[in-house]
């Protein structure tokens, strides 16, 4: 390999892969063999055919902000990093479509959409460094999941190289398509172990006209979950309905504070994007319902400045979070959203039994909790105690017919708890697939499942 690349497209030496050891996950560490920047398919395809003669695997990586272990590498992995894949390709106004490189991050994206008066919206917390082809690795979420969907609903198709080196194409421009099964979803969500996303066809849409923001705060945690239940049961789909504990609401406004209400137990930051008069309608009976549930106080942002500060404060929660103890953990479960008061209380009382201090966050309106465990790795004890309650999380979020992870992935992290939610044909029929594709295991083996 060395003989093969330029120095300035590979990393060996130890020091210049320690931050390609490690991913935004607590806990997990392992060193690469070798990190490659690729220039062009034929250097992804050289490698490939280099890890399979010398029993190496590939680890495909953009920002390695995953929060599952996905872009932690394991024994042998080169890991392959699309960063400097970055471009856009083509704006394509006509169709509403934007071809990129897998490596662009999701801002770059957002922005270019926004120059045509469009829409990306997809929008985890990290999108200012997490890549597209991250995105898709994870189908990651974000705060607008609950009216326009996940990175899923904005892919129309992708160029992938195969472990066994084809490179394909799937998908199109089209609207409609029913040729046939829907390859390209097969490698969303896929943790980079089927393929290596090489181009991006994503979707867009109109931008919505006006939006308006409602910041509710309530004595109770139940009161605040009670009402975004009711809020769903209304049929009301804000384009966002976000969750803060009180824990949560200390560590922002001490990090970044936003004016957040530090007494309260819990609150409620909804957003309403459309049409004025759709968006006046909407904030009117979301209001109605909010004032059922005995809040505190319920405040609209008076103009975009103000809704900015209280989005970018939402956002700065997991690092907020992150600086009050040695060893953080953000777990993902998600549940039916009228089992959501049932989840919470669960949560407290594991917290309780266990002694665990867990914060929670959480994109309500989508029933995807963020319970973020704060522990400490050079204490044993704490450590058993965190990960028996996340245990006993991820089962109760199943026996509510919920998901051990609605956004974050399986990775690592969960792969022991992702047999409990499958039954057991249905996990068999998921490992064929891996099989079919990879059965020489080259791409990020050990993610998902052994
Ligand atoms: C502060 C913070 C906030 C976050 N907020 C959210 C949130 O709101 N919602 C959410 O869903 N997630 C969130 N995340 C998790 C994370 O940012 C997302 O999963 C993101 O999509 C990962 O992008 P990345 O570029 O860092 O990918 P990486 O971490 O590098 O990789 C993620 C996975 O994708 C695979 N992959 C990457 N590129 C390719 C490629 N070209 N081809 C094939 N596979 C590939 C990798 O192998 C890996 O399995 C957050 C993380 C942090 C640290």
Known sequence: MIDHFPESSLLISKEDLIPYSFDATATFYHAPLAVLFPSSIEDIL????????????????????????????QKNSIVLSMTKWNKILETDPDN??????????????????????????????????????????????GIRGLKYGVTRNYVLGMEVVLPNGQVVWLGNKCVKDSAGYSLKDLFIGSEGTLGIVTKVLLRLIPKPQERQVILA??????????????????????????????????CIEAYSPAGFPKESQAVLLIESDGHPQAVRDEITRINQVLKQYGPLEIKIAEDPKQQEQLWSARKVAFSALARKAP??????????????????????????????????????????????FLGDESNKDLMEKVFRAMKEIFLYAIKLGGTITGEHGVGLAKKEFLAYQYKSEEFQLLKSIKKILDPENLLNPGKIFD
Not at 49 to 67: D, E, V
Not at 334 to 347: A, D, E, F, G
């Open 46 to 73: 050289w490698v490939l055919k280099w890890a399979k003669s010398n029993h190496a695997c590939i680890l495909p990586r953009g920002s390695g902000t995953s929060l599952s272990g996905a872009a932690v590498p």
């Open 217 to 250: 705060s309530f004595p109770t945690l139940e009161a605040a979950s009670e009402a975004t239940s009711a809020i769903i049961k209304a049929a009301l789909i804000p384009s966002a309905l976000e969750f803060l504990d009180q824990k949560t609401i200390e």
């Open 327 to 372: 060893t953080v953990l953000l777990e993902d479960v998600t549940v039916p959203r009228s089992s959501l008061v049932q989840m919470i209380r669960k949560i407290q009382q594991i917290s309780k039994t266990y002694a665990v201090e867990i914060a929670v966050y959480a994109h309500m309106g989508d029933g995807n909790l963020h319970p973020v």
């Open 96 to 141: 509403l479509t934007l071809l990129v490189e897998p490596g662009i991050t999701t801002q770059v994206v957002q922005e270019e959409a926004a120059k045509y008066s469009l829409f990306y919206p997809p929008d985890p917390g990290s999108y200012k460094i997490s890549t597209i082809g991250g995105n898709v690795g994870h189908n990651s979420g």
